[in-house]
């Protein structure tokens, strides 16, 4: 497969060039999952780092302690501040996300764009699952790119991947994945803003499906103006 080997190069270049200030932002999605998968072989000194919301479902934890188990890669948790937390949910409840986009932004802001900023401190560049047909807004993504919102060099090693290619890649090299995916979960974040979708519909209606359709659902972590990108999957 083409593409598993290009893929591999840009891995092995941005280890090479970057390392040890290199990180991949792993949310344990279907695409992230392989990228654990390829770094673990092929280029482990990139730093592995996820975010824990303190929102997260079951099966997430499951297959982070599963991906512990199976490789010999350690992962660094990043959770939000305590305090912001804790002044948030008194002031706008535990659910506020439900509320208002004013809201829901908060409350992605203090739990993951904050923890983000923290894990990738210090980094020169970082690593995402991010893959050029999840959305419009990605086809001027390019494989390596400047990313002007945390000021480092971005790669995005999976960007030719289809998702017949991810799910390809999981079972064929039987790579721990979410089993929320067999319940028709196609895009995991919290659990509160993650539901399952049915057969047809746009795989993102899984995501903050009750805030206008007009609004293009993003968390800010692959927000910004170069690459145009939005959502997370992380
Ligand atoms: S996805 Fe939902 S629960 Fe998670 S940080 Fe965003 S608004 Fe909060």
């Keep these: 497969m083409e593409k598993l080997d290009q893929t591999i190069e840009w891995l092995k270049q941005a280890e090479q060039a970057f390392a040890p200030d290199l990180v991949f932002a792993c949310s344990f999605g279907a695409e992230d999952v392989v990228l654990f998968d390829l770094i673990a072989g092929h280029a482990p000194l990139i730093r592995i780092v996820t975010l824990d919301t303190g929102r997260l479902p079951q099966q997430t934890y499951d297959l982070m302690d599963a991906c512990r188990e199976k490789y010999d890669m ?10 912001d937390v804790e002044e948030m949910v008194r002031e706008k409840g535990l659910n506020l996300f439900y509320h208002s986009l004013e809201n829901r932004k908060l409350c992605c802001e203090i739990r ?5 900023k923290r894990a990738l ?6 690593v995402t699952g ?3 047909e999840q959305a419009a807004s990605r086809t001027e993504m390019q ?12 790669f995005n090693p999976l960007i030719e991947w289809s998702e017949k290619d991810v799910w390809n890649y999981i079972r064929s090299n039987e790579v ?6 067999d319940q028709f979960y196609p895009s995991i974040g919290c659990a509160p803003c993650t ?3 049915a057969v047809g519909e746009d795989p993102r209606s899984g995501r903050w499906w009750w805030e206008n ?10 927000a910004n103006p170069t690459s145009k990108l939005s959502g997370d999957q992380k």
């Design 74 to 83: 350690h992962i660094e948790v990043y959770f939000p501040d305590a305090s």
């Design 112 to 116: 993951k764009v904050r923890p983000l």
């Design 121 to 126: 401190k210090g980094a020169k560049a970082w």
């Design 130 to 132: 991010l893959r050029r």
């Design 143 to 154: 494989p390596i790119e400047d990313d002007p919102a945390f000021g480092i060099r971005k």
């Design 176 to 181: 721990p994945y979410n089993k929320l995916h």
């Design 195 to 197: 539901r399952s979708v």
């Design 213 to 222: 359709e007009d609004v293009v659902p993003e968390c800010g972590l692959h």
